[in-house]
């Protein structure tokens, strides 16, 4: 999932000032399971900021919709918009700017920041897992991610200052070819480790996109 956490209060309050009503949008999934932006934390944004700005200065609207990155769910919205002169969107960033582009001349404004995609460990205690780098290596590499656990994001590894299990960076980081070499031996694959991986060509620096066999005649007809 999308991991996100709520930016502090001084901020978001800072950019909604000078706006006379504002809808605060949350959404349902990812940032509802990590408890940044869904539809309780709406409520506690919006009791917040009410309470600091006191009612007669700014009205404060709140909705949740299931998914802010998905259109279908956006239209939701349609009908209350015109009431708003601004949004805050509580979504990660994607959902905060597929918002901003169904309402083009609607102020949106984030109240979450984007951390990164991740698992859940516990309640309340994510970690960082994928940093979609569009060549996904788990298979070599014994399900751990050398782009995101490595300090230099090593394709090949480890690099020489791997110590004794920790990555030269910090003895409290584990070194993330130390574990690959670890689960690889204990799988009984370690001659994986000797395979060379081309350099990746980095396909994360535009924005992707992505169409699923079998729905290439839909997108060419929407243009
Ligand atoms: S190798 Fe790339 S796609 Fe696979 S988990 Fe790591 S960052 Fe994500
Ligand atoms: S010590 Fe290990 S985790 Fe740290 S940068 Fe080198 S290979 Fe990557």
Redesign the pocket.
């Known amino acids: 999932m999308i991991v996100a956490e709520r930016k502090p209060f001084d901020e978001i309050k800072g950019m909604v000032a000078g706006y006379k009503k504002v809808l605060t949008i949350g959404c349902g999934t990812c940032v509802a399971v990590c408890l940044a932006g869904g539809s309780k934390e709406v409520e506690t944004l919006n009791a917040e900021l009410k309470l600091n700005f006191g009612r007669d200065k700014i009205e404060f609207g709140s909705k949740t919709l299931e998914r802010q990155c998905d259109m279908e769910f956006l239209e939701e919205l349609d009908e209350i918009a015109g009431d708003y002169d601004a949004f805050v969107s509580m979504a990660c960033g994607a959902g905060i700017q597929f918002l901003a582009e169904r309402f083009p001349d609607k102020p949106v404004f984030p109240a979450v920041d984007t951390s990164f995609i991740g698992v859940n460990l516990d309640v309340g205690w994510y970690e960082e897992k994928c940093r979609a780098c569009g060549s996904c290596v788990l298979g070599l590499t014994g399900g751990i991610c050398p782009v995101t656990m ?3 994001s ?1 394709f090949n ?3 020489g ?2 110590n004794n299990g920790s ?3 910090n003895k409290d980081q584990p ?4 574990k690959i070499y670890e689960r690889l031996a204990a799988q009984g694959r370690l001659d994986q480790i000797k395979e060379i991986s081309p350099p990746n060509d980095w396909r994360n620096q535009i924005p992707r996109k992505i169409i699923q066999p079998g729905y290439e005649e839909r997108v060419k007809a929407l243009g």
């Open positions: 490595c300090a230099k090593l590894g480890p690099c200052g791997t990555c030269e960076i070194c993330a070819w130390f």
